[in-house]
């Protein structure tokens, strides 16, 4: 069976229009010449180099055309990137149905961003990135009726327009914004519940990263190592004897995983730039260690399973480990379940190595 990539678009257009009751929300106030409109957005990130919004389009919003091929309705969902005091922002757009539709960036002036309200002032000219296309340039002729009506200055207007071509220059070049935050520009909406988890519950969140970048090394790593031995096995004898061949293959699966520790865990490699939480939490975690533990302690013959199951073992208690210290760092919570799992591993361990 084929991955279904229809289908997780629309399961995290479902999961990002979730939208708790208890989410923080920020009011946008946005002017575009004498006209004002005023929306209310759940804040996903309030971090001082970005911020980042989700707003739905409920029943009462009028239909707006984009292009031939796009029309914002009841129902599409947009998440807005911001950074502050940068002249322009950055909205991902999508159809109700789930289909990534396009990038839309507003040209604004630096907007004010106070604790209850932020107000963003609109110069007109926006960027359209449609998914399948070329990127225009929308509402020049706006821009030029502003300036007739005096509320932009010519030299203002020409700022505007220099930098409305530099970012279409930029998109052509790219292929895609490049201004986003890392790891959410490919799949916006699909990052919706890992920044709520991250705005929510920031141990969790981290704790889940770091889990999941731990296992992420293992399975590069595995597969590095499988390759290279496959190698040595095919053109040498490292495998028979000991001598330079042997030490040759070990040195290199050392080098291996120096190089990709630092990757996996830094978040460069493919699957370890965005958890996809909750990977786990530390409840089940000490679910999963206390069945364990109990399983140690039934086993009649520990000996015969205690090389298949101290790596098991050991890998719960690590990451419940790391469930504990985030959630004590970043929640300052006692972590109690996260605690009970360690000392229940430690205890299967204990157990385990004295057989």
């Known amino acids: 069976m084929g991955f279904d990539l229809l289908g997780a678009r629309r399961r995290a257009l479902r999961a990002a229009r979730r939208i708790p009751e208890d989410a923080p929300r920020v009011d946008v106030e946005v002017r575009r010449g004498s006209h004002v409109q005023r929306l209310r957005q759940e804040l996903l990130v309030d971090g001082p180099k970005w911020k980042v919004t989700l707003q739905i389009l409920d029943a009462r919003f009028k239909p707006v055309r984009i ?81 007739a009506r005096a509320e932009l200055s010519s030299a203002e207007a020409d700022e505007v327009r220099e930098l409305g071509a530099r970012l279409l220059a930029m998109s052509r070049r790219a292929g895609r914004p490049r201004w986003l935050p890392r790891g959410v520009g490919r799949a916006p909406a699909g990052s919706v519940p890992a920044l709520r988890l991250r705005r929510d519950a920031p141990g969790t969140f981290h704790a889940a990263r770091i889990s999941g970048r731990i296992i992420a090394f293992g399975l590069y790593l595995l597969g590095a190592v499988s390759a290279t031995s496959a190698g040595f096995a095919a053109f040498t004898d490292a495998f ?53 533990g109990l399983a140690v302690l039934a086993l009649s013959e520990r000996t015969e399973w205690a090389g298949a199951l101290l790596p098991v073992y050991a890998t719960l208690g690590l990451f419940s480990l790391v469930f504990a210290v985030c959630r004590w760092w970043f929640d300052r919570e006692v972590p109690v379940y996260a605690l009970a799992g360690v000392t229940m591993t430690l205890v299967a361990l204990a157990f385990l190595i004295a057989a």
Do not use: K
């Open 240 to 292: 028979l004897i000991a001598g330079p061949a042997q030490n040759a293959w070990r040195l290199t699966v050392v080098g291996e995983a120096l190089v990709l520790a630092p990757l996996a865990f830094g978040g460069w490699l493919p699957a370890t730039r965005w958890p996809q939480p909750p990977l786990t939490d530390e409840r089940s975690l000490f679910v999963a260690t206390l069945a364990s």
């Open 67 to 147: 292009d031939a091929a796009t029309t914002l309705r009841p129902g599409s969902l947009l998440m807005w990137f911001l950074r502050p005091g940068q002249p322009f922002e950055v909205g991902a757009f999508y159809h109700p149905r789930g289909a990534f539709q396009g990038y839309y960036i507003n040209l604004i002036r630096p907007p004010r961003l106070q604790s209850s309200r932020w107000v963003i002032e609109d110069l007109y000219l926006d960027v359209w990135l449609p998914e399948r296309g070329s990127g225009v340039l929308l509402d020049e002729d706006e821009l030029d009726a502003a300036v």
